[in-house]
C-alpha cells in the first residue's frame, strides 16, 4: 500500500492508520425510515438472531454481526439497505427539508439517494442522476425497494445538466458526492490503490470541479450544496474546492457531524488552499473504524 506513504505528514497516529486499513469493515446497514423507524428496524434484524449495534451519532446506522444483511427479510422488504457508515455523512450534512427540490448528481446505485428520500419524508422532487446508463438498474431497484416515490432518474452527463422539464428554475440542495480514486475503500475493495497516485489524482479532478461547479449554477441563492469524496487524495478534495472558490458565487459554511475527524487541508506539498477549506472534514479509518471519506458543506451566495 505504498501509495498511502505520501499522507503521512497530514494523518495524525499513522500507525494506527494503517493498521485499520488493513482490517475488514464491520458491516452496517442504515434503517430505512420510509418503511420503518430505526427501533422497528433493529428489532426485525434481532428477531431473526441478527445482533445490532447502534450509533450514536446517526440512529439510523445500524453495524450488523451478519456480513448477509441482504439475506434477511428486513432488507428484502426495504426496512434496511447496506451502507457503509461514513457514505451515509454527506446526505446528513445536506439534511433537506420535505418538500425541496434536491439534485444527487451522480446517484447510482443509490444509497445517498435513497437516504436523502428518508430525510425528505419522501416529498417534494430528488433528481437521481447518473451518467452510467449501466448502473440505473441498481438505483431504479434500489429506490423502488426502498419506496422511495420522490425519485426521478435521469441519464445525463452532470457537467451539462439543467433543470428542464422540471418545473423548476433552480434546486434548493444538490449532493455532488462526485467520481474519484477511491482510495478510502481500500478495507473492503483490496484493489483500490492499484491504480491511485498524484497524477490519477489530477487527471479525475478536472472532472470533479466541472461537475461542483454545475451543482452551484443550479443551486438556489441561499441554497446548499455538499461536495464528498472518498478518497484521501488533497488534489481531488482541498484543491478541487480551492480551484471552485476562485470562480463560483460560493462559501464554505461549518457543519457538524458527531464523528472524529480531522480538518480540511490549508496546505498540500507546494499548494496553498483558502483558509476556508479547513471548514471541510476528513474521516480517517483509524478514526471511527469506518473507511475514509472528505466532505464540505456549501452555501450559494449569488
Not at 132 to 146: K, P, T, V
Not at 173 to 202: F, H, Q, W, Y
Not at 264 to 292: C, I, M, V
Request: with cysteine; proline share 5%; charged share 30%.
Amino acid at each position: 500500500m505504498d501509495a498511502l506513504e505520501r499522507y503521512e505528514p497530514i494523518i495524525d497516529d499513522y500507525g494506527a492508520f494503517r493498521e485499520a486499513v488493513a482490517r475488514p469493515l464491520p458491516t452496517v446497514v442504515r434503517a430505512n425510515g420510509i418503511k420503518a423507524d430505526p427501533d422497528r428496524a433493529a428489532a426485525a434484524l434481532e428477531a431473526e438472531g441478527v445482533g445490532v449495534t447502534r450509533r450514536a451519532w446517526n440512529p439510523a446506522i445500524l453495524e450488523v454481526d451478519t456480513d448477509k444483511p441482504g439475506n434477511t427479510w428486513p432488507y428484502f422488504h426495504g426496512w434496511i439497505h447496506g451502507q457503509e457508515e461514513v457514505s451515509a455523512i454527506p446526505a446528513a450534512v445536506l439534511d433537506p427539508e420535505p418538500g425541496d427540490a434536491v439534485w444527487d448528481t451522480c446517484a447510482a446505485p443509490g444509497s445517498k439517494t435513497t437516504q436523502l428520500a428518508d430525510l425528505l419524508d419522501d416529498e417534494g422532487l430528488l433528481v437521481a442522476n447518473d451518467d452510467n446508463l449501466g448502473r440505473l438498474s441498481a438505483l431504479r431497484s434500489n429506490a423502488e425497494r426502498l419506496g422511495a416515490t420522490c425519485v426521478a432518474v435521469t441519464n445525463e452527463d452532470a457537467r451539462r445538466f439543467t433543470t428542464e422539464g422540471f418545473g423548476i428554475d433552480a434546486f434548493d440542495a444538490v449532493l455532488a458526492d462526485v467520481p474519484c480514486t477511491c482510495e478510502g475503500t481500500i478495507r473492503k475493495n483490496a484493489d483500490a490503490l492499484d491504480t491511485v497516485g498524484r497524477e490519477a489524482s489530477l487527471n479525475i479532478a478536472a472532472l470533479q470541479a466541472d461537475i461542483l461547479r454545475r451543482a452551484i449554477r443550479l443551486t438556489r441563492d441561499g441554497g446548499t450544496v455538499v461536495y464528498s469524496t472518498c478518497t484521501f487524495a488533497p488534489e481531488e478534495n482541498e484543491g478541487v474546492l480551492d480551484r471552485v472558490l476562485d470562480d463560483e458565487p460560493v462559501e464554505l459554511v461549518d457543519f457538524e457531524v458527531d464523528l472524529d475527524s480531522s480538518p480540511g487541508l490549508t496546505a498540500w506539498d507546494d499548494e496553498t488552499y483558502d483558509a476556508s477549506l479547513a471548514k471541510a472534514k476528513r474521516f480517517y479509518p483509524h478514526q471511527n473504524d469506518t473507511g475514509g471519506f472528505f466532505c464540505a458543506k456549501l452555501e450559494v451566495a449569488r
